[in-house]
């Protein structure tokens, strides 16, 4: 297998588990939105805010990709192909987890809104805390990009 290849299954990945993530999370969020606007259908704008948030991992997931396109070249090295896949694995499998579970903690936000309680600026700061994984990802695949120059 040439290097290139092993780099581009680790971008597939990356982008591929991020977008995952993010669908299952907006699809979570989403689901609950719908049943809390048969609640309280004026609150509209809370939920999408909250059923949006998910969605995020997805496209820190595409922003991997660019941070090491420059990369994908065919003299790429199998240490640097290797640090891609690395990066790319890494990146989609916390953005997956990452965007799932805060799609539940959002979930849980908009029943609240949609019961009545004023929960809403509660549960996006709650809502930071599965996100600053992916942030720290994205992080660590800019910081391996910058070794592999």
């Known amino acids: 297998m ?6 581009y299954i680790g971008i597939g990945l990356m982008i591929g588990l991020a977008g995952i993530g993010s669908a299952f999370g907006v699809t979570i969020t989403g689901n609950a939105s719908i049943g809390a606007m048969k609640k309280n259908p004026d609150a509209f704008g809370s939920y999408m805010i909250l059923s949006a948030l998910p969605g995020t991992q997805g496209l820190y997931g595409f922003l991997g990709y660019y941070l090491l396109s420059g990369f994908l070249t065919p003299e790429i090295t199998l240490f640097q192909a290797a640090a891609v896949f690395g990066a790319g694995l890494a990146l989609g ?28 600026g509660k549960t996006l700061i709650l809502a930071v805390f599965p996100e600053l994984y992916a942030i720290v990802a994205l992080a660590a695949t800019f910081l391996i990009g910058g070794t592999l120059g």
């Open 93 to 120: 499998a916390v953005c997956l987890m990452s965007a799932i579970r805060q799609g539940q903690v959002c979930a849980n936000g908009i029943a609240g809104v949609g019961a009545g309680y004023d929960v809403f």
């Open 2 to 7: 040439q290097a290139i290849v092993l780099a």
